[in-house]
């Protein structure tokens, strides 16, 4: 587990909201399983980690709750997008990208010079 | 936004307002049982799955906990759990903490009442714009300092000077108010037009007095104040520009002042003009004109008055008969209260601060015992491994929970204790009578407080928590710690020493209040009724219609059951302290100077015999003293003998009021001027000989009556006899004279029982410290005890090492309280009414008390320590 790569900070909930919004609507286990997923397994994930992250984004009001029943019918609680979340997922995402896309461009060898 | 939003879920989770925890827990458990059911479809075993499930969670506990810090504030959380178990802690004792609240109410309640109220009168601005720019201007004759101005000297000052924006004057002037059912007699004053432009306060309704009001035959016009437009006409508006009658003469309503307006005091109702002539400014020597003026800016006090008194020395000059001697005083509207009622403030100021340093000395003494008491504990605590900021949060919480009790309950006693204190505003000062609760005043009680519950509650802690941890419990509670003792035997002894001060101080006034009250006014103070009758002129100009009312008034009046004798005076004793003439003997001129000036009093016949003033020599008037026949005088014994110390004093004549005057008697001599100053000697004149419209404000208008009775249970008859006289003819100011005598002690005497309580409390208070103390002492040393017995000590003496103990206490207390309390005393001296610092019997009492309270003090502790059982003391630890 040691060469996986820690989540980074912030970065969490970003993802917690690209998972929602692909998947819709999710309980955090079918959320942490997802975002392992999607990784390649890559990340190593404390699955308990997530639910304050839950729990912030929800204050926040980018996200709401409800219980329900899960697959294999288990009683779960349910997180879905709500319209902010959706903008602040927008905004996140871009911000991500243009992060990224200056980083590459001191990490890439000089093309130019 | 997004901020505030969280903050509220958070602060919502830690008041527990979100059921969050247990929610957390289902969802948390739903969560690994669906990742169980995973593994298990993945092959595990069952044990296998779960625990997977957990270690893939990163521990219940843990996810738990951040998911807790996340929904709340730790912070107040913490505080709240802090705050909740300062409460048991508190609780737990309930002698300590009512104590401890106790002793806060009474330092801080007192400090804050005392404070709010001397702040009120001595130093807060009065309610007018720019009030330091506000002066009094009086003139200044020999021998009286402040005097009231002459209308003509008022008139050249104002002239003359450079220095003020305005000058304005006025006179307090009471009227009948009639018209309106039942007359009434109601105060008010006369002013100059630019009065209230002067003070810079707007009306409420309508406008205040412009010049022209005051010009001389323009129309009555009145200004009425909020009190009266709110008593007589129910606050309505539609009273402009109505009349209402005042001494039978029309004044138009041309405006009300706002409620806080209340100059130049608060009796005053009303306000109507001087319309002064020329004729008004003849007589330099006829003062009755109170000046005000404001200052105009960046001119200082000292400028106006230096630049006044060159006005008042070239008056001098140019008047030299009528303004001989005569200067002037100008003095800043705040600063013109009376010596005494300062004084007797102060005082108060200082009894509460004594209060305070008892009461904190006591509840340092209480928190350190109660610290030095939990050393142990705290001892076991931090060497058991716990937090020091945690312990610390702790003993902060009990003190701030102690602090904002005690100060609670304080604002609420200085609350309920300012109405009591208000009679102490002296009633010239233009403000309201009792002082709304001063904000700044309760802040700083409660800064107050929480300093000391905090340096007391936690400072012992911090010292703890650096001492304590093994050292501590090695060391243990029995010694408690020398340095400790020794501060708390300090803080006993400034108790006992700030309890004697307090004793002292008290005791002396106690003994200066008893030789005022004992002193003899002179005249007859029970069974004594007087009101007030005063007559309006024009109605009254005539000397003989006057004396028709006074004639069948008492006429009337004697008739009553019960009534031995009744006489009408110019103005009562004590009531009226002015009315100083001066006295020419030997064809002098009549210009008063610092020895030659007399009370004068127009009586009718009976007025000694009514106030018992004995008649030493010839004959009372009589009703035919008419002002056809020779001007006759009753004088006083000291008259006579400032002016025929040797001789027959029946027959002499004397100038007085521009006539001359025969003596015909001469009585004993009376306090006009109050209980506690000597008055200048006496002159009484009958009523009838004074010429028609002439000094009408000597008038007689006191009607006193003696009876055998209660004098009070005559009041209605004697409503009905005035009546009958004269219908438009108001009552006021009915009381005994009983109450105008005891009203000249008054203020002594709630100062008085003020000191008292906090005396009583004081020493109380320094009795419980001592008690607290010796107590302590004792169980600390109950082993040694032991062993001092088992060594063959006898009970007899243990129980003299603790009284012992005690009494090394109070006599280190009571020295320097002594000394304290001789040197407040020679402070105190102007109040002490010739009772002397140094009093024996006040000293020696408060010794006395002081003993005896220690030796209650150490009574109890001092038996405990005989009653020590030295096998069970010894096997204890």
């Not at chain 1, 304050?52 to 029943?69: D, F, N, R, T």
């Not at chain 2, 009303?270 to 960046?298: H, M, V």
């Not at chain 2, 004639?551 to 110019?570: E, F």
Request: with cysteine.
């Amino acid at each position: 587990m040691g060469d996986k790569a820690d989540v980074w900070q912030g970065t969490l909930a970003l993802m917690v909201l690209k998972t929602l919004e692909v998947v819709g609507p999710s309980h955090g286990y079918g959320i942490a399983r997802r975002i392992e997923q999607t990784s390649g397994n890559l990340l190593s994930l404390n699955y308990g980690t997530l639910y304050p992250a839950l729990l912030k984004l929800e204050q926040e009001g980018a996200i709401s709750s409800e219980w329900g029943v899960s697959e294999n019918n288990r009683k779960a609680k349910f997180y879905k997008l709500t319209r902010a979340g959706r903008k602040q997922l927008d905004k996140g995402a871009r911000d991500w990208e243009q992060a990224t896309a200056i980083l590459a461009r001191f990490l890439s060898p000089a093309e130019e010079a | 936004m997004r901020k505030l939003r969280v903050l509220w879920g958070r602060l919502r989770g830690a008041v527990g307002a979100t059921p969050a925890d247990d929610e957390f827990a289902a969802e948390l458990e739903s969560h690994l049982q669906m990742h169980t059911d995973d593994n298990l479809r993945s092959g595990m075993t069952p044990e296998q799955a779960r625990r997977n499930a957990i270690l893939k969670l990163g521990g219940l506990e843990q996810t738990k906990q951040a998911y807790r810090e996340r929904n709340t504030i730790p912070f107040i959380e913490a505080l709240l759990s802090d705050v909740r178990y300062a409460l048991r802690q508190l609780i737990r004792s309930p002698g300590f903490t009512m104590t401890a609240i106790l002793l806060i109410t009474i330092g801080i309640g007192a400090n804050a009442a005392i404070f709010t109220l001397v702040d009120f009168v001595l130093v807060r601005p009065l309610p007018f714009p720019e009030p330091e720019r506000l002066v009094k201007v009086w003139e200044k004759h020999p021998g009286y300092p402040m005097m009231e101005l002459s209308p003509a000297n008022y008139r050249d000052l104002k002239a003359a000077n450079t220095s003020f924006a305005a000058l304005a004057a006025y006179s307090g002037n009471s009227m009948n108010l009639v018209g309106r059912g039942e007359p009434q007699r109601i105060d008010g004053a006369q002013v100059t037009g630019n009065l209230f432009s002067t003070l810079g306060r707007p009306a409420l309704i309508g406008r205040y007095f412009s010049e022209d009001d005051d010009k001389a035959g323009a129309p009555g016009k009145v200004v009425l104040s909020y009190a009266l437009w709110q008593t007589e006409f129910a606050g309505d508006g539609n009273v402009l520009g109505k009349s209402i009658f005042l001494d039978n003469g029309p004044y138009t309503v041309i405006g009300i002042m706002p409620p806080d307006f209340l100059f130049p005091s608060r009796e005053t109702q009303f306000w109507t003009t001087f319309k002064f002539q020329e004729g008004d400014y003849q007589d330099r020597d006829n003062n009755y004109l109170a000046g005000i003026g404001r200052l105009k800016p960046r001119v200082s006090l000292a400028k106006a008055r230096s630049e006044l008194m060159l006005i008042a020395a070239r008056l001098q000059r140019q008047y030299p008969k009528e303004n001989q001697g005569v200067d002037v005083s100008v003095i800043a509207l705040r600063d013109e209260l009376s010596t005494q009622s300062r004084f007797l403030l102060k005082v108060l100021c200082g009894a509460a601060l004594s209060m305070l340093v008892i009461a904190c000395a006591n509840l340092a003494n209480l928190l350190l015992t109660r610290s030095l008491a939990r050393q142990k504990e705290l001892s076991i605590r931090l060497s058991l491994g716990a937090n020091r900021r945690h312990i610390l949060r702790q003993f902060l919480s009990e003190s701030l929970l102690l602090g904002f009790a005690g100060g609670a309950s304080a604002v609420g006693v200085a609350t309920a204790a300012l109405p009591l204190l208000s009679r102490l505003v002296p009633n010239s000062l233009p403000t309201q009578q009792v002082p709304p609760v001063d904000l700044r005043m309760l802040l700083f009680a409660l800064s107050l407080t929480l300093t000391i519950v905090i340096l007391f509650g936690v400072a012992p802690a911090l010292w703890a928590c650096r001492t304590a941890g093994f050292g501590g419990l090695r060391v243990g509670v029995r010694t408690g710690g020398a340095g400790h003792h020794r501060l708390r035997s300090v803080l006993v002894m400034a108790e006992v020493a700030v309890s004697v001060l307090l004793l002292i101080s008290s005791g002396l006034l106690i003994r200066a209040l008893w030789k005022v009250q004992s002193t003899d006014p002179g005249f007859r103070t029970n069974n004594i009724l007087t009101l007030h009758t005063e007559l309006p002129f024009p109605k009254y100009d005539e000397t003989s219609v006057r004396a028709q009312f006074y004639g069948k008034v008492l006429a009337d009046v004697r008739r009553l059951p019960g009534v031995t004798s009744a006489a009408y005076i110019t103005a009562l004793p004590m009531e009226w302290r002015g009315g100083i003439w001066p006295v020419a003997v030997g064809g002098r001129d009549q210009i008063l100077t610092e020895g030659n000036g007399a009370s004068a009093r127009f009586v009718t016949p009976g007025f000694f015999s009514t106030l018992g003033i004995p008649i030493q020599s010839g004959r009372d008037f009589s009703e035919t003293d008419t002002a056809d026949r020779p001007y006759v005088a009753v004088v006083s014994e000291s008259f006579v003998r400032r002016y025929w110390p040797n001789e027959q004093p029946i027959g002499q004549h004397f100038g007085f009021d521009l006539h001359d005057r025969e003596i015909i008697g001469v009585v004993r001599d009376i306090r006009v001027r109050g209980l506690e100053r000597t008055s200048e000697p006496q002159v009484y004149l009958g009523y009838k000989q004074v010429p028609d419209g002439m000094l009408a404000w000597y008038a007689p208008k006191d009607l006193v009556i003696h009876s055998s009775q209660a004098p009070q249970s005559l009041l209605p008859a004697i409503r009905q006899i005035i009546r009958t006289a004269d219908a438009d003819q108001p009552v006021s100011n009915v009381r005994t004279m009983e109450e105008i005598v005891g009203g000249e002690t008054e203020s002594r005497a709630i100062q008085m029982r003020v000191l008292i309580a906090f005396t009583a409390v004081a020493i109380l208070l320094a009795g419980l410290g001592i008690y607290g103390l010796l107590s302590f002492a004792v169980s600390m040393r109950q082993q040694e005890f032991g062993i001092r017995m088992a060594l063959g000590a006898g009970q007899g003496d243990i129980f003299k090492m603790v009284l012992g103990q005690g009494a090394v206490l109070a006599v280190a207390g009571l020295l320097p309280g002594l000394a304290l309390a001789y040197m407040a005393a020679r402070l105190l001296e102007s109040l002490l009414a010739g009772v002397r610092p140094a009093d024996a019997l006040t000293f020696s009492t408060a010794i006395a008390l002081c003993l005896i309270t220690t030796l209650l003090g150490s009574l109890v502790p001092a038996l405990r320590a005989v009653r020590a059982d030295p096998t069970a003391v010894m096997r204890a630890e």
